[in-house]
């Protein structure tokens, strides 16, 4: 089992930055993914990002592209959202997921989510 815990949400005005932080426990060997994905009132849950853990190689959705980066510290079995120039339609819980090694790419383990808000 991976146990995931998000930090760093919060207000924001928009056009403002945030970095949330998602930290990993247990079998961290495991993990082969770990992602970012929000969900809005009202809305499905959608992806925003993924990094792979070896390799650092990155994948974003479009309407995050170029405004939101994905970055890991590999020691401390971490990954990071850095949120910028943020729009009031970005206003969303936000989750991390991990897809561990040798899943057919489902996202297994999930956080309880950090809220963030972005006022116009």
């Known amino acids: 089992q991976v146990q995931l815990v998000e930090s760093g949400g919060g207000l924001v005005q928009a056009g403002g930055s945030l970095r949330l932080s998602c930290g990993a426990s247990?079998?961290?060997?495991?993990?082969?993914?770990m992602g970012w994905f929000r969900q809005a009132p009202g809305k499905e849950r959608e992806f925003v990002g993924r990094?792979?853990?070896?390799?650092?190689?990155?994948f974003y959705a479009d309407s995050v592209k170029g405004r939101f980066t994905i970055s890991r510290a590999v020691a401390k079995y971490t990954v990071f959202l850095q949120m910028n120039s943020l729009k009031p339609d970005d206003t969303a819980i936000y989750f991390c997921?991990?897809?561990?090694?040798?899943?057919?790419?489902?996202?297994?383990?999930w956080g309880q989510g950090t809220q963030v808000t972005v006022s116009s």
């Open positions: 997921a991990a897809v561990p090694v040798g899943a057919d790419g489902s996202w297994h383990y």
């Open positions: 247990g079998r961290t060997f495991s993990i082969y993914t």
């Open positions: 990094i792979r853990w070896s390799g650092g190689d990155t």
